[in-house]
């Protein structure tokens, strides 16, 4: 089972909130946080940080976090996979039991300067039909897979091509699931790729 889950950014603009949520974190997003300086970029890491402990805390202390070679987090105990995305005002965490990666991106017009450089000849051709209504789902598309191997931006976006569509990645040797989720004024756009077919639920937002 797939789970992904949301938590609203925006009351992490406050400072107050800001401190008391620091507790919360693990150590190292801890120290991250208190340097920070941009508040929206701290409000989004603070998110992350409550969604993490929300998700995996125990006994009122934050999970403990190890990273792969290439510094991809994971839980220290191995109870689960999870991959984190932040957008805007809101951020994403994807769980499961195999290894996972999810990304968020707003639903922007075409950027023809990251297709052309990033997205290849067959994802091009399918992005042409509808530029503006695809780019966004292609580009977290892109960005999820690359989270999924433990890569990250060391893997250059233009080296593999993802599908258009949900379900087996026969080449990629992965699965795909995909949302559209609709806040105020903007529609975000959700890619999970994980390791083996799953049932993915509905996202649940975590007050």
Not at 8 to 36: F, G, K, M, S, V
Not at 53 to 60: I, M, S, T, V
Not at 64 to 75: A, E, I, M, V, W
Not at 167 to 193: L, M, Q
Request: with cysteine; charged share 25%.
């Amino acid at each position: 089972m797939i789970n992904v889950y949301a938590l609203d950014c925006r009351p992490y603009l406050d400072e107050a909130c800001a401190t008391n949520t620091l507790p919360l974190l693990d150590a190292t997003r801890r120290a991250r946080a208190q340097r920070l300086q941009n508040v929206q970029k701290k409000a989004q890491l603070l998110a992350a940080g409550v969604l993490l402990y929300r998700l995996f805390g125990k006994n009122g202390q934050p999970p403990q976090l190890t990273h792969g070679s290439r510094g991809k987090p994971y839980l220290a105990d191995n109870s689960a996979f999870f991959s984190l995305s932040h957008t805007d005002e809101w951020v994403f965490c994807a769980v499961a039991d195999s290894e996972t990666g999810l990304d968020a991106q707003v639903d922007t017009p075409y950027n023809a300067k990251i297709a052309e450089r990033w997205f290849t000849p067959s994802e091009k051709a399918w992005l042409a039909d509808d530029p503006n209504s695809r780019f966004a789902a292609l580009w977290a598309r892109k960005e999820a897979f690359a989270k999924f191997t433990g890569f990250g931006l060391v893997l250059p976006m233009s080296s593999f091509t993802v599908p258009t569509t949900d379900g087996t990645d026969e080449d990629n040797h992965c699965f795909w699931k995909s949302y559209d989720f609709p806040t105020e004024n903007k529609t975000i756009r959700i890619a999970v790729c994980c390791g083996r077919e799953d049932s993915l639920n509905e996202i649940k937002i975590i007050e």
